[in-house]
């Protein structure tokens, strides 16, 4: 067993954290830390500029192979480049969609046409992308997709009537990968197509949703009649489902140590708070801070242990628990920051509502348990998956 | 980064497996409940014979194969799956005590006899209620040359069958550790039956054992006993995984087969969500399991300090203890009626559970460990107010 990076991995991460040292100050220096998961909404030009700063580096999609401007780097040094991303501080990724999800899915499906098409510019940081799978009525059961795409002979085009919903970044989005059905007959899985649609066009409609923080990341997507080339159905007709499962299993990980570096953050500020005003001497919290450190680095072997398994694409028992093991953490520290807080917890001190870093924690954490599959579907997933259990039987079938 | 098994470890784990699951099923760890010692010592010296457990972290010196805890903590795994009534454990930390001793003779002499091995067992503590140095009973003065040890231990892991024992004593400012033959004038170990009843522990009196010079292994071991303390905590911890997974696999054969309302019982979501959060609690408990062997490793290379090792320790100490209570305490749960019978044997795997959760600390008090390293510094500058 090995838990060192090798010498060249750690050359690596130092080239990383000295450019990004280089780069995050001047005029960027104000995003520092912005614009994560919570606070999408801000500064969305100036991260849009970051891409591009980002990209002349050469610095956005390095697992990409160099063919399509890629580093062709390995799964160590995407996750070793994610962690340092989030040590320095660098802000939400805006471009991340397009080049976690969407890249990955044409290198592996798309048409070369596609791939010349879109690859260069999610690459440059020019194009950025959102994602279209959930819909009102396909929230854990994403197969029960009612999002219509019809062929428009005339038009040699796909048009799509329906809607879409939780769709992150829609309204500063170029384009949106959209899971609708081909085939009006079909059910379930069957009779879906995965494509490509740009969002300035006629028959779109965004309409954002607001949060219980008073924000609003997520939106609502309606399509009526809106359009999109015959060349861009990835795959074909019918090959909808298989390319939508795969591209959640690109991911591979490698964001997981970013993500644990920014919740060692706000776990950071959390325990200096409690040293501060009093709550780091109280039996009962000590505890509970206790195991949040605990529980973070338990996420992080976890992600080592997922890292190093075989890159067969199959998912290993440490990979399936993860979405449940770090949604439950984050909601539980969430809880904590507001306990540690004790009374000052309630008090919002500016603007009509807006919340201090641990108050939007605490209730966007809330949100972690629900998305990406909640905690219910992630344990139907394990027992079924991992466990080997019976099957959930189908109501409708 | 490479964190999982060299593909010498993972052959190591298969054999064991393989080996364990032929020569220890449950009845053997039943048998053992009630045999002298709590052991079964016929299979402890196949063990030695065919397989080599005992000199497995042995330095090479001493005729051992000189590996590490990583290994020792797949053996020990695995003989928590099996509840194995054999004497790995207190033959692993004897070693590993060992390791962290200056070299000398007496030393070198009592590793040799592990590797042949004699069973030997680290007498540390009475636990009244403290496990660490402030647990130490038994005292040690220097009087015309010799060492005279007077007290009493408890929790001495398979003690009622060791050749050796390592005693932790205090003397007037510091504590030492002694090599004591068990059948040394003044030494008296009886066999201690427990809740658990599958992990043999003795009690030990010593009274006017009068030891020679050479006999003192070390006489500034207070850092030393520390230490030995939180590699016994990961080597406990393996146990745990084993035993949690084991309970975990037990729980999901007996709800696949039990039939009620028409269907098995797994096919109910409740059921399922259980099982899915214990093998959450076991890879989590494995995960941190792993690395705490790792950082142990990188201990015994002197490449870490011991705040490290002992914050590894305390972690899993923490993790492995209550993932193996709940996931053991669940088994019961999904077993229904049938759980809570002598004839099943989820029972045997909750006991040791809780046996092995307060063995060397509760996990409160581990967590405590970690909050007095991360609360008790005074904190950085900065607002009182959340940014």
Redesign the interface.
């Known amino acids: 067993m090995q838990l060192e990076f090798s010498p060249a991995d750690e050359q690596f991460r130092d080239e990383v954290a000295s450019w990004l040292h280089d780069h995050l100050g001047g005029e960027f220096a104000p995003i520092r830390g912005r614009g994560g998961p919570g606070d999408e909404h801000h500064f969305v030009e100036e991260r849009k500029d970051w891409e591009r700063c980002l990209a002349e580096g050469g610095w956005t999609c390095i697992g990409w192979p160099e063919e399509w401007g890629g580093r062709g780097a390995s799964i160590e040094q995407q996750v070793i480049f994610n962690e340092e991303y989030a040590r320095a501080g660098g802000p939400g990724r805006i471009g991340h969609i397009g080049e976690t999800l969407t890249g990955p899915t044409l290198l592996a499906f798309g048409s070369e046409q596609q791939k010349a098409r879109y690859l260069p510019d999610i690459r440059a940081g020019k194009a950025f992308w959102c994602q279209g799978y959930s819909e009102p009525a396909a929230g854990s059961d994403l197969s029960n997709i009612k999002t219509r795409a019809e062929w428009d002979d005339e038009a040699a085009a796909w048009r799509f009537y329906g809607q879409k919903v939780w769709t992150s970044l829609a309204h500063e989005s170029d384009f949106i990968f959209v899971l609708a059905r081909t085939d009006p007959a079909a059910r379930g899985h069957r009779g879906l197509g995965f494509f490509l649609v740009p969002l300035a066009q006629e028959g779109i409609d965004i309409r954002p949703i607001n949060q219980l923080t008073g924000t609003a990341e997520f939106n609502e997507v309606f399509f009526d009649g809106a359009a999109c080339g015959g060349d861009d159905l990835v795959g074909e007709a019918g090959d909808g489902w298989r390319v939508a499962m795969a591209l959640l299993g690109f991911e591979r990980g490698v964001s997981t140590l970013g993500q644990q570096m920014l919740f060692q953050v706000e776990l950071d500020e959390v325990v200096r708070l409690a040293k501060l005003n009093g709550a780091a001497q109280q039996p009962a919290l000590r505890q509970r801070i206790a195991e949040a450190h605990i529980g973070l680095r338990t996420l992080r072997y976890n992600s080592l242990r997922m890292l190093s398994g075989e890159q067969d694409g199959s998912l290993s028992r440490e990979a399936m628990i993860y979405k449940l093991a770090w949604s439950s953490w984050h909601r539980n520290l969430g809880k904590l920051a507001m306990d540690v807080l004790g009374p000052d917890a309630e008090l919002v001190e500016s603007g009509p509502y807006e919340l201090n870093r641990l108050q939007s924690l605490f209730l966007f954490t809330r949100a972690d348990t629900i998305y990406g599959g909640t905690n219910q579907i992630q344990r139907n997933l394990i027992a079924e998956r991992a466990l080997g259990m019976p099957r959930e039987p189908r109501g409708d079938q | 980064?490479?964190?999982?098994?060299?593909d010498e470890?993972r052959m190591l784990q298969e054999s064991a497996e393989r080996f364990l699951l032929e020569h220890s099923p449950p009845a053997v760890a039943r048998a053992a409940a009630t045999a002298p010692a709590g052991l079964d010592l016929p299979l402890w010296q196949q063990v030695t014979s065919t397989l080599g457990w005992q000199a497995l972290a042995v330095p090479e010196e001493q005729d051992g194969l000189g590996l590490g805890v990583?290994e020792l903590a797949v053996l020990l795994e695995q003989a928590g799956t099996r509840l194995s009534p054999i004497p790995l454990y207190a033959s692993a930390i004897s070693t590993l005590a060992l390791r962290a001793t200056p070299h000398s003779p007496t030393r070198d002499h009592v590793l040799q006899s592990i590797a042949s091995g004699a069973i030997v067992s680290l007498a540390h503590t009475s636990a009244r209620p403290h496990w660490d140095d402030r647990g130490v009973d038994i005292t040690a003065r220097q009087t015309e040359g010799v060492w005279r040890l007077n007290g009493s231990a408890r929790f001495v892991s398979s003690g009622a069958a060791a050749a050796h024992l390592l005693v932790v004593a205090r003397m007037d400012t510091a504590i030492g550790l002694f090599a004591v033959p068990a059948d040394h004038a003044g030494v008296s170990i009886q066999h201690q039956v427990t809740l658990d009843q599958t992990r043999s522990m003795a009690n030990v009196t010593l009274s006017d054992v009068t030891l020679e010079r050479e006999a003192a292994l070390a006489l500034d071991w207070g850092q030393g006993l520390s230490t030995t303390l939180d590699l016994a905590r990961v080597l406990v911890a393996a146990e745990q995984v084993g035993c949690a997974q084991q309970a975990l696999d037990l729980t999901?054969e007996y709800?696949?087969q039990r039939v009620q309302f028409g269907?098995?019982i797994?096919?109910f979501?409740a059921?399922?969500?259980k099982?899915?959060?214990m093998?959450?609690k076991v890879?989590?408990a494995r995960?941190?399991m792993?690395?705490a062997?790792?950082t142990a490793d990188?201990w015994l290379r002197e490449a870490i300090d011991d705040t490290a090792l002992r914050e590894a320790a305390a972690?899993v100490a923490?993790?492995a203890g209550d993932a193996a209570f709940f996931v053991t305490g669940s088994g019961i749960q999904l077993h229904g009626g049938v759980g809570i019978t002598e004839e099943y044997d989820i029972q045997l795997y909750f006991k040791r559970a809780r046996a092995l959760e307060s063995y060397l600390g509760r996990p409160?008090e581990s967590?405590?460990?970690?909050?007095r390293l991360?609360?008790?510094?005074?904190?950085?500058e900065?607002s009182?107010?959340?940014?």
């Not at chain 2, 967590?367 to 909050?371: G, L, P, V």
């Not at chain 2, 009182?384 to 940014?387: L, Y």
């Open positions: 980064m490479r964190f999982r098994f060299t470890q990583v999901l709800v696949a269907r098995t797994a096919s979501q059921v399922k969500h099982a899915a959060d093998m959450l890879e989590s995960s941190l792993l690395y062997a790792c990188a972690m923490s993790s409160d967590r405590e460990t970690i909050a991360l609360l008790d510094e005074p904190a950085s900065g009182t107010r959340a940014a």
